[in-house]
């Protein structure tokens, strides 16, 4: 166990649909981190927050946005879902937000896109 | 951008043989390289990581190193087991507040008993 939360586990939507996936870091990482992973594929990094502002930035489509909240929790708001997006979520923590230290993977969300 | 090559896709060994993976970078800023090992159905966990000032780190059976010149790293297991069957990631990472996060497609090792 990593530490860092992940809910839900498993989605399930239709297409158009919009759908919120929430994190929580591991306790005193300031640092959260968004990625993609589809089936058999690597990992994509989306994006990067640190201590409630964003940090980094990486191929995460407009249609898809995140925030990080004082609390630091963090939400990956995905709108307008297509097919395609139907992958698996991960999201991971990390004590500072420089990019040099490990990440702390959560298990990560399975979305379905019918 | 930063753009990470990784090979062998796939890796099949007998147990007790060594492994190697190889990833190739494009940024000469990168300065932070790890390696990630998931589990079929799980996170990926850091096995082992190096920074460019560090041309080799071992850690058991495990060892990394790093060639900055020719912008290459490779993950060495030796003595492997079953256990050790996974899918392996490797990364490039500027470590300046984060402006590459760029992980290679991945290694599919299977050991062979």
């Known amino acids: 166990d990593s530490g860092v939360t992940q809910t839900p586990k498993h989605l399930i939507t239709a297409t158009g649909q919009r759908v919120t996936l929430r994190c929580s870091p591991r306790?005193?990482?300031?640092?959260v981190y968004w990625y993609q992973q589809s089936l058999d594929q690597g990992l994509q990094f989306l994006i990067q927050y640190y201590n409630g502002e964003e940090r980094a930035k990486g191929n995460i489509l407009e249609r898809f946005s995140a925030q990080q909240f004082p609390d630091l929790h963090s939400e990956l708001n995905l709108s307008s879902l297509e097919l395609g997006d139907s992958a698996l979520y991960f999201c991971?923590?990390?004590?500072?937000?420089?990019?040099?230290?490990?990440?702390?993977f959560g298990p990560g969300t399975r979305l379905t896109v019918t | 951008g930063e753009n990470v090559e990784q090979h062998p896709s796939t890796l099949s060994v007998q147990e007790g043989d060594s492994a190697v993976i190889k990833c190739t970078y494009s940024d000469s800023a990168s300065n932070y390289f790890p390696w990630y090992k998931q589990e079929l159905g799980k996170r990926p966990q850091l096995i082992i990581d190096?920074?460019?000032?560090?041309g080799e780190k071992k850690d058991q059976r495990i060892a990394v190193t790093l060639n900055k010149t020719a912008k290459h790293f490779s993950l060495h297991i030796t003595e492997t087991q079953p256990e050790d069957s996974a899918v392996y990631f490797c990364?490039?990472?500027?470590?300046?507040?984060?402006?590459?996060?760029?992980f290679g497609p991945g290694t599919r090792l299977s050991v062979l008993p």
């Open positions: 190096i920074r460019s000032n560090v």
């Open positions: 991971a923590s990390s004590a500072d937000g420089a990019g040099g230290d490990e990440q702390y």
């Open positions: 990364a490039a990472i500027l470590d300046n507040y984060g402006q590459n996060f760029v």
């Open positions: 306790s005193g990482d300031l640092s």
